[in-house]
């Protein structure tokens, strides 16, 4: 009987439904089930045979939240499945579902909604498209597709995690929920893909990922819901069943798209399912990303280290220049440079001479800016974001969609002398402070409900290409908001614990990254920098932490001495070799001959380490350290003193 199936399957092209009236998609990869409904009843990881949805009878569509003003219901969910049944057409790889009129239990009739929603095959995954079609009066404010009634724990054994480029966190077996229980009907956890760029499910073989194929220009929030709740406080229920409900993580993708009428496409999303660890995940979307990397100039590749400070005199920018460049400071990253009032952004006077010093003491200068932030200034106040109900967000954040509100901060920003005789920008536009992810003003120039990041993109673009117009020299950089930000600017500052380190040096191999170095964590910090090829800026004044200074300078001229195997290299997956050794960080990477180099850290404040080096074909190494940069040869084991480093080169 097996056999048969298999045989109606593979001969789809001619047959629109199977016996049991379900239609299929697979490949080596994957298999994906639908039901008459357009239910996606079982779903299957080929090359590993996970079942990530298992149960039929919690296959989903699709969903859609339209707000019914007649009964004055905001949260109205129209369920795909509680819908008539779709007319199903079977291309060779595609499925398309057309769904029409929707209801939901609390509405009288119906709405004149239509959804068309398909689904494919290609070498990458299943590719989720749609338009949705609104005839009615009522605005639809998201979509979810996919929808997946549940994601099936793997092997209940193990913890299961989710993660994107941001937040790694577990889903089993303890649920992470970031809501409030009074908030929401189920532990949930969200993510705006915007910031997460990904959204992956895996444990330590194998794993999916849902990704947009294109750089999105919509706000998607996936969510994971454990439904019916925890068993536990924050444990997951391990049986099938709890209080007479089927225990399930669902999983959706919810596009928002603020439609009042007409047609609306929906941004076309990948799901992966691939065999393997979070970072052969994290590879599919290095794969996706075909968008260049900016290009920095050549002295913006070295391994800098930077000096943070805040001046209000220009007189105090020379200070600093002539106190760092003893200490191997190469530049300085400077806030309180300029000041906002009604007539504009004003920089502190003679800025742009100071500058002209600073370069002749061979020290960069990148100036911190803000170009969306306003200070208490009634005139600007028709710039600000509205949220839904008509309210600013903050009193201080303009809404970069709006032509008049960009094009102000463009041309306040673009009159600054200093500016341009800085070596660059960096910019701490958060793209999404308050949770401003769209704006709903009536007034400005978008469309209600229109997402804040798209506009953010273009900002970042057109003063980098100021910037650079200055100079090919010039650099631009960003807070690491997004990954797509990578496209314009040359580096960026990184804001993420040292636990989501590994996973944005491999996202950006190239990208010049700095890693803010804390009074208190110094040591932890310049380490941190060294294993993941970060440049460390010092948040406090280097000068008066002589310790501090001594080993940054002698990690630093350690870092020159190997720079074609330590600066110039690649990151690996960390299971290309293996540290082991209790208290260690480590990273792996290929040197400019393709040599394995593995750096590693003691993060023990008390206890020294012995390592040992394992890696999957035998190899010769040496092993160097800024206390013996020279090297030795390495013999099983090497010991490092608490909160030092060394490096392992393979010869
Ligand atoms: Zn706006």
């Given amino acids: 009987m097996k056999k048969l199936t298999a045989i109606i399957l593979f001969s789809w092209a001619s047959f629109p439904t199977s ?28 090359a590993t045979g996970w079942e990530i949805v298992k149960r039929k009878s919690l296959g989903q569509s699709f969903e859609l939240l339209m707000p019914w003003p007649e009964n ?191 047609e609306t496409a929906l941004e076309p999303l990948v799901l992966s399912l691939y065999k393997g660890n979070l970072f052969t995940g994290i590879d599919k979307i290095k794969n996706r990303d075909k968008l260049p990397a900016a290009v920095s100039p050549s002295w913006f590749s070295e391994p800098l280290v930077w000096q943070k400070i805040n001046i209000d005199k220009a007189s105090q920018l020379i200070e600093h220049a002539k106190e760092s460049a003893p200490l191997g400071i190469d ?28 370069h002749e003491m061979n020290i960069r200068v990148v100036l911190e800016t803000n170009w969306t932030s306003i200070e208490d200034h009634p005139e600007e106040e028709k710039y600000l974001m509205l949220d839904p109900f008509g309210l600013p967000y903050t009193a201080s954040v303009i809404c970069p969609i709006d032509d008049a509100a960009r094009n102000k901060a463009l041309q306040d920003w673009g009159k600054l002398q200093a500016f341009y005789a800085a070596d660059g920008f960096i910019n701490n536009d958060n793209n999404h402070q308050n949770k401003s992810y769209l704006c709903f003003s009536k007034k ?96 406090f004044r280097l000068k008066d932490y002589p310790n501090i200074a001594s080993y940054s300078k002698k ?35 290929l040197d400019e001959k393709k040599k394995k180099v593995v750096r590693v850290a003691n993060v023990s404040e008390e206890n020294e380490c012995a390592v040992t080096i394992k890696t999957t074909a035998p190899a010769v190494f040496i092993v160097a350290s800024p206390e013996n940069p020279e090297g030795q040869p390495y013999r099983e084991s090497f010991t490092i003193k608490p909160l030092s480093i060394a490096v392992f080169f393979e010869q």
């Fill in 19 to 46: 016996a049991q009236g379900t239609t299929v998609l697979e490949n080596d990869n994957l298999r994906a089930e639908f039901n008459k409904q357009g239910a996606l009843i079982r779903l299957t990881n080929r």
């Fill in 72 to 262: 004055d219901i905001r949260f109205n969910v129209i369920e795909g499945v509680k819908q008539k049944a779709p007319t199903i057409e079977r291309k060779a790889n595609e499925i398309i579902f057309t769904w029409k009129g929707m209801r939901s239990p609390s509405m009288k009739s119906e709405a004149d909604v239509t959804f068309k929603g398909s689904v494919s095959l290609t070498p990458e995954g299943l590719e989720y498209k749609g338009v949705v079609i609104n005839k009615s009066p009522y605005p639809i404010e998201y979509v979810s597709w996919p929808c997946l009634g549940e994601v099936s724990i793997p092997d209940k054994s193990r913890p299961l995690y989710h993660a994107t480029r941001q937040d790694t966190r577990e889903l089993f077996p303890h649920f992470f929920s970031q809501h409030g229980y009074w908030g929401v009907d189920y532990p949930t956890s969200t993510y705006p893909l915007t910031e997460g760029a990904f959204v992956l499910v895996n444990n330590a073989d194998q794993g999916f990922v849902a990704y947009e194929k294109n750089q999105g220009q919509r706000l998607l929030i996936a969510s994971f819901e454990l439904i019916p709740g925890f068993e536990l406080r924050n444990t997951n229920p391990y049986g099938d069943e709890m209080d007479g409900q089927r225990v399930r993580i669902q999983f959706k993708v919810n596009q928002v798209i603020y439609n009042s009428q007409g």
């Fill in 331 to 358: 530049g300085l990253q400077v806030r309180g440079w300029y000041s906002k009032d009604k007539d504009g952004v004003h920089e502190i006077s003679g800025l742009a001479e100071a500058i002209g010093k600073c």
């Fill in 444 to 539: 400005h120039s978008h469309s209600f409900g229109a997402p804040v990041a798209n506009a953010a993109l273009l900002m970042d673009k057109i003063m980098t290409e100021k910037m650079k117009s200055f100079g090919k020299d010039k650099i631009a950089m960003g807070y690491g908001f997004t990954h797509q930000q990578n496209v314009w600017y040359n580096g960026y500052q990184i804001a993420v614990p040292p636990s989501q380190f590994y996973k944005h040096r491999f996202l950006s191999p190239g990208a010049p990254v700095f890693l803010p170095v804390d009074a208190k964590e110094a040591r932890k910090n310049i380490n941190d920098a060294f294993l993941f090829q970060f440049n460390p800026a010092y948040d």
């Fill in 555 to 589: 990690v630093r001229s350690f870092m020159q001495r190997h720079k074609p195997q330590i600066w110039r290299g690649v990151i690996q997956k960390p299971d290309e070799a293996s540290a082991l050794g209790d208290n260690l960080s480590y990273s792996v990477w």
